[in-house]
């Protein structure tokens, strides 16, 4: 997380005209924020080398590829060695960037703090960002990227809009603080020492959960004003999504200890009625009808497919036992998904987008409501997916579409389904979750009747 830190002067004359660049992934510096980068191959290590000869700074373009596009160091690769993740956000070099397609052209001046070399191709740094700047134009001359710049100065305005938007902000993000388990408690706090308006949204827009290009537009807004409702836009979207977090999880947790009392009891209640010679036949439990799957004794294939409905029934049960309203803006971000992909695979044919809508509205709450129980239930069980889940995932389907292990990452990263791969991994792990805790209870229960039989005078 980017950490304020006494805002360093410096003279804009002071400034150079020309930067070197360093690509920047996986955040957004904002001026007086500072975050540890990695920086990666040789020639970017060059850059920095001659950036600390100098005056320490370089410029940061975040790039508009995706995370999971980002340069691994040569030398690990090829002897297999396992590359640990970023502290915060990665830098590479520029063999194969087109900077003006690639990246955006406004960034952030960032002095170098500190410096610590671990590799020949790496090295750790800690930057803090100084002034925006727009580039005018890439120059040529060097193995790394340099650019001319003009550095932009905030609009400040501190009427009493201003100052009502920073009060709104700051209660906004208190909540948000309250709320955010990964965030320590002192940040709200620390927040309403911040005098400067503009300095204020560079720390909560540094801090929120948001993504990279949205961090991207705040800091291209010179406007403070703008800044700050943009900012506000940002907090209350995410204050409202940790709500309903914090609010399914509570269902979830209730339900499930619901349910399992109600197991107990219904078992206890089972083996009454057998030691009278009664029968009760009343409901399947899922283990009855795991078991009447196997007993079917389908193929394989069918077995799965079975299995899988039972899965998609236990979360459909949860939403049933916790009905909640949705975010509209998650809904309406699915709804427009689907309406560009349907546009741009067929142009040409005639689309009635209301009608659509309407039809795909169900099933886009649907979605939004299994996305956000199982989000909850992933948090709470402490559910992740890790790098060797998804190494044996990709194995096993690069053996299925006749392809090596490498190829077929570097074919869904192309196509952008990485992360949807990880995610259906945590999502099958989430339905695992719930299976298992119903065998669990399931067994705990038979343990306690079988015990209730023995001591039974």
């Known amino acids: 997380m980017a950490e304020p830190q006494t805002p360093l002067e410096v003279a804009k004359e002071s400034l150079p005209e020309t930067l070197p660049v360093l690509p920047l992934y996986d955040a957004v510096l904002f001026p007086k924020m500072v975050i540890p980068l990695v920086v990666l191959q040789v020639e970017s290590i060059k850059l920095v080398d001659e950036a600390m000869t100098r005056d320490r700074i370089v410029g940061l373009l975040v790039s508009k590829k995706s995370a999971d596009q980002k340069p691994e160091p040569k030398s690990n690769e090829e002897s297999g060695g396992k ?24 960034g952030t001046t960032a002095l170098i703090l500190k410096l610590a070399k671990t590799e020949e191709d790496r090295a750790q740094l800690l930057v803090q960002g100084m002034n925006r700047f727009r580039v005018k134009g890439f120059e040529d001359g060097k193995t790394y990227l340099q650019a001319k710049v003009e550095y932009l100065e905030d609009v400040e305005d501190k009427g009493k809009e201003t100052m009502a938007l920073v009060t709104n902000l700051l209660g906004l993000f208190s909540k948000v603080v309250e709320l955010s388990p990964a965030l320590p408690q002192e940040m709200g706090a620390m927040a309403k020492t911040i005098q400067e308006p503009g300095i ?36 209350n979207y995410q204050l409202e999504i940790l ?21 107990y009891l219904r078992q206890q209640l089972e083996a009454i009625k057998e030691e009278l010679g009664e029968k009760d036949d009343s409901g399947v439990e899922l283990e009855e009808y795991r078991a009447k799957i196997e007993e079917k004794n389908l193929p394989e294939e069918a077995k799965k497919e079975d299995l899988e409905q039972v899965k998609k029934d236990t979360i459909e049960e949860f939403i049933r036992h916790a009905p909640f309203e949705v975010p509209n803006s998650m809904v309406e971000k699915i709804i427009r998904s689907e309406i560009k992909r349907i546009k741009e695979s067929n142009p040409d044919e005639a689309f009635e987008e209301n009608a659509f809508r309407s039809q795909m509205r169900p099933d886009a709450v649907r979605a939004v409501q299994t996305y956000l129980i199982s989000d909850a239930i992933k948090k709470q069980q402490g559910i992740e997916v890790t790098k060797e889940e998804v190494d044996s995932r990709i194995e096993t389907l690069a053996k299925i579409n006749d392809m090596k292990p490498r190829e077929f990452r570097r074919k869904l990263i192309k196509e952008g389904k990485f992360e949807e791969l990880k995610n259906t991994i945590v999502q099958e792990k989430v339905e695992g979750w719930l299976i298992e805790v119903t065998d669990v209870t399931d067994e705990i229960v038979r343990k306690q009747t079988e015990t209730s039989r023995i001591v039974k005078p």
Request: avoid cysteine.
């Open 243 to 263: 709500e309903l977090g914090h609010k399914i999880q509570s269902q979830v947790k209730g339900d499930m200890e619901k349910k399992q009392k109600e197991y």
């Open 200 to 235: 204020l949204a560079n720390v909560i827009a540094s801090t929120i959960n948001t993504s990279v290009a949205e961090k991207q537009n705040v800091l291209e807004i010179d406007d403070v004003k703008l800044r700050l409702k943009e900012i506000t836009r940002l907090v």
């Open 83 to 106: 590359v640990p993740e970023p502290p915060t956000a990665v830098t590479s070099d520029t063999e194969k960037t087109d900077p003006e397609k690639d990246l955006y052209q406004i």
